[in-house]
T-cell receptor, first 115, second 117 residues
Framework: AQSVTQPDIHITVSEGASLELRCNYS??????LFWYVQSPGQGLQLLLK??????LVQGIKGFEAEFKRSQSSFNLRKPSVHWSDAAEYFC?????????????FGKGTKLSVIP | NAGVMQNPRHLVRRRGQEARLRCSPM?????VYWYRQLPEEGLKFMVY????????ESGMPKERFSAEFPKEGPSILRIQQVVRGDSAAYFC???????????????FGPGTRLTVL
């Protein structure tokens, strides 16, 4: 069965600092990979996704993620964090074949931003 | 274009009661998915429905849980005889029709927080 690990439960960064959120997955083949963000009281919003091709993926709000097959990782990065980025971030995987709609999520990383 | 709507946003039930959670997909979306997030856990897939059809319910508990997506109206997740362990956030997502071999992005609602006393 596939699984997702987000090793950092809570991260605090200063506004303007760079950010990297870690995500490791366990899956037999290369899965589809996603990052979602959830602000309090809101639904999950898709930041970016990887299906195939270029391993560096650009998303919305200035985020990017890099798929590293050798490390089974899909870390999310942003060069300069804004206060409005404070939220909870979820990494998710889905099978690349049948059942590609079945997203499996990590437990999330809560991001706090210090002004 | 309104997003995915879920109601109620918060629901409190006593043990043994029934819980009904509603999900209205985005306009034009005919696929609905339900996920459950237990405390301190990530979201887990429960069920995938299209209008009047259950496509995949492999993530649904075998007893007390059911889901439907009728021809008219919202999708309903129904939990009978709730127990304390059902306390969780339940998220609904929707997607447009998935072209064969394609991948449909799922758009999530804000969730329903169920508390069982």
């Amino acid at each position: 069965a596939q699984s997702v690990t987000q090793p950092d439960i809570h991260i605090t960064v200063s506004e303007g600092a760079s950010l990297e959120l870690r995500c490791n997955y366990s899956y037999g083949a290369t899965p589809y990979l996603f990052w979602y963000v959830q602000s309090p009281g809101q639904g999950l919003q898709l930041l970016l996704k990887y299906f195939s091709g270029d391993t560096l993926v650009q998303g919305i709000k200035g985020f990017e993620a890099e798929f590293k097959r050798s490390q089974s990782s899909f870390n999310l990065r942003k060069p300069s964090v804004h206060w409005s980025d404070a939220a909870e971030y979820f990494c998710a995987v889905a099978p690349s074949g049948a059942g590609s709609y079945q997203l499996t999520f990590g437990k999330g990383t809560k991001l706090s931003v210090i002004p | 274009n309104a997003g995915v709507m879920q109601n109620p946003r918060h629901l409190v039930r006593r043990r043994g009661q029934e819980a009904r959670l509603r999900c209205s997909p985005m306009k034009g979306h005919s696929h609905v998915y339900w996920y459950r997030q237990l405390p301190e856990e990530g979201l887990k897939f429960m069920v995938y429905l299209q209008k009047e059809n259950i496509i995949d319910e492999s993530g649904m508990p075998k007893e007390r849980f059911s889901a439907e997506f009728p021809k008219e109206g919202p999708s309903i997740l129904r939990i009978q005889q709730v127990v304390r362990g059902d306390s969780a956030a339940y998220f609904c997502a929707s997607s447009p029709p998935i072209i064969a071999g394609g991948r449909g992005e799922q758009f999530f609602g804000p969730g329903t927080r169920l508390t069982v006393l």
